[in-house]
Every structure is written in C-alpha cells, then in structure tokens.
C-alpha cells in the first residue's frame, strides 16, 4: 500500500522558507557569500589554468591570471566563513523560535492531544527534530541558488569557447540538477519519515525505562526491558541502513556523470581539432572550470540525501502545528462569576476516533458545597466527567452549564480560575518548594505561599528541611513520597482559591494514616468548597455527602 504524506515537498519548503523570513538578513548574506564562493571556486580552476598555460607560453598575462588566481583563493577562504558563521547563527536562531513556537501549538491542543502520547516521542520532536532542521537553514538555500547559477555560468562560457561544448554540458546538467535530485527525493520520501519515527519510539523506551528504573529492579524485569529497547534499537537500525543505502545509491550515480562530462569535453575538443578548430587554451580553461563547477553541483547530491530525514522531522512537527484542539475559546466569553451550579444537561460522549459512547444522555446537578464522590468500574467514564468540566474535550451532545451559563462560553482563563484539578501524581519542577506551590498564583507573597502549606499539612515538613522553602526539588524530588507530593499539590489548590475542587485517585499513592489525614485537610479546610472526588477506594468517599456511581453509561445516585 502506497504511503500517504500529510505535506508535499513544495508545501513543506515553502513553510520553512516562510519561517526563514524572520532571519531573512543572515540568509542573504550566507547565500550571497555561498554563491561568491562556488564562482571563486571556478574562477580558481579556471584562471589557475590559464597561469599555467601562461607560464608555458601558450597565452599572455601571467601576472594577471596569477592575481586572478590568488584573489579567487582569497574570496573562497573569506566567502566560506562568511556563509558558516551567518548561516549557523541565522539557523540556531530559529530553531529557538521554532522550540517556543512548538510549546505554543501542543500548548494549545493540550491536554486532550497528549493523552496517550509517548513523552519520548515529544521530547525527541521537541529537541531532536528541531535540531535536524538546522541543515535545512543553514546548508540547503546556498546550494539551492548556487546549483542554477554554476550551470548556467559554465554554459555560457562554453558557448564562448565552441557552442559543441555548452550542447555537450546541458544535458549533463540537468541530469545532476534535475532528474537525479528530484528523482531521489521521490524515492527516498518516506525513508527519512521512518527513521525519525522509529527514533522517537526507541527515546520513549529508554526515557520510560530510567523513570521507572525501581520497579524494574524491584520485579526483575530488566532483563525483559532490555529486550524491548533492543528491538527498538533494531528498527531504528535498520531504517538507518535504508537511511544510508539510499543516500550512497544517490551518490553514486551523479559521480557517473561528473566524470562523463570531463571525458565528452576531451571528446568535443578531439572532434573540434579533426575539423581544424583548435582552442587549446580556451578548452583546458573549459575543463577545468567546468570541473569546478560540476564539483559544487554535485554537493546537491549530499543535500538532498540530507534533506530526506530533515522533511521527515518537518512533517512531525508541522504534524502538531496543524492539529486542531478538541475545544476553542469563544469568541465573545461571558463571565459566569462565582460558580453556584454545575448542570450535566443530556450529555453524551465519545473520545475522538470512537464510535463507543462513554457517557450516554448523563444528567447531573451539582450545588455549590457538595462534595460528590463518584465510583464505578476502570473505563466507566468518571474522568470523562472531570475531563469535559474542564473542557478538555466538548460533549458530543448536550451542554454543561456553569450558572446556567454553557461552559463553550466561557474563556479558559475564568474557568481554571474557578476550577482546579488534582491528579494522582502531583508534578513537581525542579525549583524550590516555594516556587512549585506558586505555580498556582505566580503572585503570591511567601505569606501566603506558608499559609497555604500550613492548611495543607506540609509546612512541618518543609521546615526541617535544610533550605526550608527554597529548598531545590531537584535534589529532593525523588525522596517525597506519595503523600507529600499530593499535600504539595493541595496547597497549590489552596493558594489558588477555587470554587471547585476535581480530584482524580487522589489517595491511589497514599496508604491509609496518610489517606486519612488528607481527607481530613480537605473537610476541615475545604468544608464550604464544592467537591468532585474520584476514587475506587471506599474509604475514599466516606466523607462525601454525596455518592455517585457510573452505571450503564450515566451516574446514579447511591
């Protein structure tokens, strides 16, 4: 079966050229200092051999030819460092522009687009795929002009010395330029793609395999991993060796021509001679020139084989640039205020892709200082509720009103200001305890950074800590446990202040004293809150005065 490309090759040059254009100086300069560089080049050959020819007499202008020669070798070592430096330093530039950009657009298909994602894969997309780009910005755009240029300036001068010759070296041309260019890209279009996929699925294993080092030596299951990243590491191999085969394959045939060409130059001046037209010095000139400029011509070969992988990393990310989000801001929000009700109207759903329903006409009524506990069977959809309140996702039929106001009016911002979410794990960054607890109010004074850890139980601990508050939990991440990361987690929802609290398996890492005391934080400290509480555990639940159950696709109450 024929694999389907989401971007042709001219869409996909045409983006990266029009993401070029903020850099747009540095390429000019590269580009010019590439194409002065090429005709340094030939002008060395070509003049070079007139030296020559001068020195044994066969033509005047030694001295000439020999400035001539010297300043083209000037211009090639000036005109080399004047395209590295510029065109790298263009280059790096919009790989970090392109870095923040790629935040940017998964920023806004999160989360619903993340799920099920492998971090690995993201982490490569984000840092290697990226990187790979720089060859695009930095070695392609050059010989992009150069490759025109060179030819028809050899052509030219051909035509000068005998039309024979330039008839000769047109088709040689566009066979290198062309046909053997466009040839290859075609064949070898999903290669690069294969390559940069496979890459990312073996990232994935290994950076799962250090997160979950522990547990793979607590089961002896490093053996069985180790197997599993092999494999990886065989498919990414083996897409490499395609990888090279084709690019030798590519390579091989233009060095066919090169040498063509050289040997119908000697043919061309063998026939010219047998028909008493001799032009020893113009042909030598000729053929070395020509030489030359089949030579930086032939660089188009590496580009291209280049090009392969640099199109497959394109792909990814314009990927994730073009996804469209699951739910969008309204164009014209509506403030609901402080959130009184919640309204379940006839919702139905089903996750992108299914046709399974989730929920199935579910009607729920949620008044402020309820605190819900929902349960039910793994799948029954209970996340699914906390995941379209949040509008990760839009019902498929049916509305969620918050004070009668549909949710899809109201702005992201309002509504993860009245809404907060506890996971089952609590992320901590690698800053202080400080810092990570702000991250719920960026504002926030160290007063009220304390306060909040205060009435969530954990300012006792922070505070035998060496550094207390500014303690860097990058050091100190791997030695909380389970209940210290989630009472971290509760004070950021304590220093947000919302109107509605979601939690998902709040208690799944915790045992039971430390289950307790958080139950306990929360309806001391959380009383006149509205809560939504997930959990399988029983135990969980015992202090909601409201209990839910998922059953036949639609909550009942207990």
């Known amino acids: 079966m024929k694999r389907k490309f989401s971007y042709s090759i001219g869409e996909m040059n045409r983006r990266l050229l029009a993401i070029g254009k903020s850099i747009r100086g540095y390429l000019v300069i590269s580009t010019l ?66 870095r923040v950009q790629l935040f940017d657009s998964i920023d806004r298909v999160a989360p619903a687009w993340l799920i099920g994602r492998e971090t690995g894969d993201l982490m490569n997309i984000a840092v290697s795929d990226i990187e790979t780009l720089e060859f695009f910005f930095a070695h392609t755009i050059g010989p992009m002009f150069t490759v025109i240029l060179l030819p028809l300036t050899t052509v030219i001068l051909a035509f000068c010395v005998n039309p024979l010759y330039a008839w000769v070296l047109i088709p040689i041309y566009l066979m290198i330029s062309v046909v053997l260019p466009f040839s290859a890209l075609k064949a070898g279009r999903g290669i690069g793609m294969r390559y940069r996929e496979r890459l990312g699925i073996l990232k994935s294993k290994i950076l799962e395999s250090v997160y979950s080092i522990r547990d793979i030596q607590i089961f002896g299951a490093g053996e069985r991993k180790a197997e599993e990243i092999q494999r990886a590491n065989d498919e990414v191999n083996h897409a490499s060796f395609w990888l090279t085969l084709h690019r030798q394959t590519v390579a091989s045939f233009p060095n066919f021509f090169v040498y063509l060409a050289r040997i119908l130059i000697l043919v061309c001046a063998g026939v010219l001679a047998s028909r008493g037209i001799n032009n020893p010095v113009g042909t030598i000139a000729l053929s070395f020139a020509a030489t030359a400029s089949l030579s930086s011509t032939f660089n188009l070969t590496f580009v291209v084989t280049s090009l392969l992988e640099t199109y497959g990393a394109a792909e990814r990310i314009f990927q994730i640039e073009d996804t469209l989000p699951e739910t969008t801001e309204p164009e014209s929000p509506v403030s609901c205020g402080e959130i009184q009700t919640i309204e379940f109207r006839d919702v139905s759903f089903s996750y992108p892709g299914t046709e399974k329903k989730i929920l199935d006409h579910m009607n729920l009524i949620i008044k402020k200082g309820d605190q819900i506990g929902i349960e039910g069977e793994s799948g029954a959809g209970k996340s699914t509720i906390l995941r379209l309140l949040l509008r990760f996702y839009a019902p498929s039929e049916g509305q969620i009103l918050l004070n009668g106001i549909p949710s899809e009016k109201i702005s992201f911002a309002e509504l993860h200001k009245r809404i907060a979410f506890l ?107 509205t809560i939504l509480l997930i959990s399988h555990r029983s135990s969980t639940l015992t202090g909601c005065n409201r209990i839910l159950k998922m059953q036949d696709k639609t909550v009942k109450e207990k």
């Not at 090639?76 to 460092?81: G, H, P």
């Not at 909040?452 to 060496?466: N, Q, W, Y």
């Not at 004293?513 to 009383?527: C, G, N, S, V, W």
Request: proline share 2%.
């Open 33 to 98: 200092s590439s194409i002065i560089g090429a005709l340094a080049h030939m002008g060395l050959m070509g003049f070079g051999a007139l030296w020559l020819l001068a020195a044994a007499g066969f033509c005047g202008n030694f001295a000439l030819y020999g400035i001539l020669t010297v300043g083209c070798a000037i211009l090639i070592a000036v005109s080399r460092y004047l395209e590295g430096v510029f065109s790298h330093m263009g280059a790096y530039g919009i790989l970090a522009k392109m």
């Open 423 to 529: 996971e089952q794990d609590t992320y901590l960054f690698d800053d202080t305890i400080a810092a990570n607890i702000a991250v719920a109010k960026p504002s926030a004074t160290s007063e009220e950074i304390r306060l909040a850890a205060k009435r969530a139980g954990i300012d006792d601990f922070i505070e035998t800590l060496p550094d207390g508050y500014d303690t860097d939990m990058g050091q100190m991440n791997a030695r909380l446990s389970g209940g210290e990361r989630q009472r971290i987690g509760i004070a950021r929802i304590f220093l947000r202040n919302p109107d509605i609290c979601l939690m998902d398996e709040p208690s799944s890492a915790l045992d039971a004293l430390h289950e307790k005391e958080m139950l306990h934080t929360l309806q001391t400290e959380y009383a006149d809150k």
